[in-house]
């Protein structure tokens, strides 16, 4: 059993868990992500591993609230137990030789883009970073993100904090403006990470994107995270998860993302039900 250390809530349906998992803690790197299991009969999700303690044996995950399975977790308290926690998993990122980065985040891929930003930092490497939220109310780590690098730039949709528009117009703007990158790295929705792969296409700029496809077993046996890279079929779990955003067939991505939807979407209106039955029953 894994048991959850603390919980703190982050923003809406954002929530960060500190987890004892001794030797995922000794052992994980940025990039690297575990599977949880919330009970026997949960599904194996899979989170990208956003901090570790190795003193106190500690992993930390930032979890958005987006369908059953993270749905039982934000119901979860700590001192309550994961039943699987496995990992690391997946290949760390290529961090050697980079003298300038530029990350780009969207969301909650600024939480899964700050261990590969600290690890630069920390090699003495300069760090640009830029995260886009909807809006100021769902604006996560600004502090952590701020320490993690040389300029961290917020843009919201609406304009109510930091740069109004989009991260790829930012990232333009400073491309344009003469900025040089050894590489970029976009977390977040694919829909993002195909448009920051498209901006750096024309400047020649290494562009790694983190593919957080559907898992099973995230071994390499059930396939269903594949996708195309090259022309290639590749596997997120075992060859990824970060491959070249100018080489992946998004259209392919984005369908296979969405094979599930209708039924995560039924479980998640089955488990609303169970909670308010229980709730009333309670009362």
């Avoid at 030797?23 to 994980?28: E, Q, R, T």
């Avoid at 790295?185 to 024309?202: D, F, N, W």
Wanted: contains cysteine.
């Amino acid at each position: 059993m894994y048991q959850i250390e603390s919980k703190q809530v982050l923003a809406q349906s954002v929530t960060k868990y500190w987890i004892k998992a001794p030797f995922i803690a000794n052992k994980a790197l940025p990039g690297q992500f575990v599977v949880v299991r919330v009970d026997e009969t949960g599904e194996r999700a899979p989170f990208t591993v956003h901090d570790v303690d190795k003193e106190k044996g500690l992993v930390c995950l930032v979890v958005q609230e987006v369908g059953k399975t993270t749905r039982k977790m934000s119901l979860m308290k700590a001192g309550d137990s994961f039943i699987d926690v496995s990992g690391p998993l997946g290949r760390p990122t290529h961090l050697d030789g980079i003298g300038r980065a530029v990350i780009v985040g969207g969301g909650l891929g600024c939480a899964i883009a700050y261990p590969q930003a600290r690890a630069l930092t920390d090699m003495g490497s300069r760090v640009d970073l830029i995260g886009g939220f909807r809006n100021k109310e769902l604006i996560i780590l600004e502090d952590e993100m701020n320490a993690a690098s040389e300029n961290f730039y917020i843009c919201t949709d609406d304009g109510s904090y930091g740069e109004p528009g989009f991260v790829t117009e930012k990232l333009k703007k400073l491309l344009e403006a003469g900025e040089e990158y050894d590489m970029c790295l976009a977390i977040g929705p694919l829909v993002m990470m195909r448009a920051v792969s498209e901006v750096t296409r024309p400047f020649g700029l290494k562009t790694v994107v983190s593919m957080n496809s559907i898992m099973v077993d995230a071994t390499g046996m059930c396939g269903c995270c594949r996708l195309t890279v090259g022309g290639q079929t590749r596997f997120a779990c075992v060859d990824g998860p970060e491959f070249d955003g100018h080489e992946i067939d998004y259209n392919e991505a984005l369908a296979r993302s969405r094979i599930y939807f209708d039924y995560e979407r039924e479980q998640d209106c089955r488990l609303l039900e169970q909670i308010e039955k229980e709730a009333a029953s309670d009362a």
